[in-house]
């Protein structure tokens, strides 16, 4: 097989790794009783939680670069993928929008955005990318989707609306930034607020209210709203960048070592920038999508010398069996939690007696939460180990 269409075992271990990452963050026995580090950041800061969702989106954009190769040389085999790769959008743009009507089916209050909506529109977007641009023009357009960004929120001053309005009137603003830079109603003359990065009244929020339909996570803004998918393309880009590399560079030593400098580099890249623009996964600031990115390439580094080169894969096994139907995997975790969580007046929910029962055997809390969330995983693992000992793979 040529290097383009090689198959990195490794990078299927990381996608199965990121998507049990996903499911132990959202499936914890107790939201009451849970690990720090298992909890996004309330806001400016990071955990390990947050570097979950955009690592996957970065092994998208790595995929990307790995599958697509070969066809972004060839006219004909490009414009035929055009076709499958818009159908393959509105597949999993659709099960996003599914699993948030799941199991109620409240169309009034759907949410129309999500993660595997982000996941659809940012594997499009980068898709098309890839067929139509060198690497080159690839880095150029992802640096200036960040320094955009980054421009946004930092200078363009918000324009008023209700919520706005009601910010100012409470003083929320004026604590967060300071009388003198913000804009009072009273002399609000050209009708706009201070750019800012606080919850609800930045840029990103405000555009989410007018272009966003149906309800919103956080009632007037959402973490994958409009504005913030931006930057998360870039996020799939980075991964672009890195699949071109590992597909250049021949030599896998030489190939890891620079993806290990690339990953430290654009690590501390991504720091100094928070200096300026802070981490922050619900904004996903261009700061966090160099950091997040930079551990990404990290991790990809260190899995490709251990599993691809040095062949410890017995390790990995479980990854690669998630990683080979992770769009199942994720989207049982979603449904199955009607039977898991659910509870009545006459029946307690699973996890209710699951944390009760291990309370009182003398357990933490915190422990108790995580086990359950590990339990759950390993119900997961039979039905995407099933597809995996019969080869069947689902790829929407």
């Known amino acids: ?195 800012n990065l606080e919850p609800g009244t930045n840029l990103q929020a405000w555009l989410d209210r007018k272009l966003v339909p149906g309800s919103m996570w956080e009632r007037t803004w959402d973490p994958e709203g409009v504005l913030s998918t931006l930057p998360a393309v870039g996020t799939g880009i980075f991964g672009m960048l890195v699949g071109a590399m590992i597909l250049g560079i021949g030599d896998p030593y030489r190939r890891v070592s620079w993806l290990f400098f690339v990953g430290v580099v654009t690590v501390l890249a991504g720091e100094v920038w928070s200096w300026v623009f802070p981490l922050n996964k619900n904004l996903w600031s261009s700061s966090f999508v160099l950091f997040s990115g930079g551990w990404s390439t990290l991790c990809l580094a260190a899995c490709l010398l251990l599993v691809d080169i040095q062949r410890h894969r017995g390790w990995a096994q479980v990854g690669v069996i998630f990683g080979s139907n992770p769009v199942v995997a994720y989207a049982l975790s979603g449904m199955l939690t009607l039977f898991f969580y659910a509870s009545t007046s006459y029946w307690p929910s699973l996890s209710k007696r699951f944390m009760d029962g291990a309370i009182g055997l003398g357990m933490s809390g915190e422990l108790a939460s995580l086990l359950y969330a590990l339990l759950y995983v390993g119900v997961l693992f039979l039905p995407v180990y099933w597809l995996w000992k019969r080869r069947i793979f689902v790829k929407l």
């Open 1 to 195: 097989m040529s290097r383009s269409r090689e198959r990195l075992l490794s990078l299927d271990a990381l996608r199965g790794f990121t998507i049990i990452g996903m499911i132990v963050v959202n499936s914890p026995g107790s939201w009451g009783h849970v690990y720090a580090p298992l909890l996004h950041a309330p806001w400016h800061g990071v955990t390990v939680t947050d570097m979950v969702f955009p690592f996957f989106l970065f092994f998208v954009g790595v995929s990307i670069a790995l599958a697509y190769a070969g066809k972004s040389q060839r006219k004909a085999e490009r414009r035929s993928a055009y076709g499958k790769i818009l159908w393959r959008v509105v597949k999993i743009f659709a099960l996003g929008v599914f699993l948030n009507l799941w199991p109620q089916f409240n169309f009034e209050e759907v949410r129309v955005v999500g993660v595997l909506q982000r996941i659809a529109i940012v594997f499009g977007v980068c898709a098309i990318l890839f067929l139509n641009t060198s690497w080159r023009q690839q880095f150029c357009l992802g640096a200036g989707v960040l320094l955009a960004y980054w421009g946004l929120l930092q200078w363009v001053p918000v324009p008023l609306d209700e919520v706005n309005r009601g910010a100012l009137e409470s003083g929320i603003v004026e604590r967060a930034l300071g009388a003198s830079q913000a804009v009072s109603v009273e002399a609000a003359s050209e009708g706009a607020l201070a750019p």
